[in-house]
């Protein structure tokens, strides 16, 4: 049961994600050998494309799930979304699910029409220094640059806190549902996803 589940988590998104933390560190590299724009925006780009293929691979587990387990799509977002809580401390992360399918629709769509998401296009990932303040103490990167999604009202979150809670509540979720996943420890964008 869930095994095509399973293994995307496994086999596509840990993969996925590692790929989008390898992109976060070269434009922190980049960044810090040099803060204007022009000497970052490769890896600016390429960390803003790996945390879009991330949150495809993230979003992809819904439609290998919610038919196996008759559900409804909107339900099993709402269980998944209880669920995003940080590995290490249990604290709630509010739309992190969310931004993460706006994020995999944006790159697929550009512009949304699905009210239900919290972006409405591609314009609302950005690569820009949050600064203090902003977001969770602690979340993502402490300065520079990184990959940040803005929600229609205005507020912006980094996408390393959203990406491995998204995750670790799949990890969760398919634990609940009888899903034979191997023993961990698994990490993601350097938060602990399952042990």
Partial sequence: MLDNAVDQLLHNVLPAAADYDSAEQALTVAFNADESPPAWEAEARTA?????????????????????????KPGLRANLAALCTWPDTGEPRTGALERVRGVANAYKHRYLTDTSLTITSDADILVVGLGWGLDGWGVGKPS???????????????????????????FKFLQQHGAVLPPGPFKACNLHVHR
Wanted: no cysteine; charged share 25%.
């Fill in 144 to 170: 520079g640059v990184e990959v940040l999604v803005r929600e229609t009202g205005g507020t912006a979150y980094k996408f390393l806190g959203d990406a491995p809670v998204a995750i670790a509540a799949w």
């Fill in 48 to 72: 803003k494309r790996r945390a879009a293929e991330l949150a495809i691979a993230i979003d992809g587990l819904t439609d290998r799930v919610f038919r196996e387990l008759a559900m409804t």
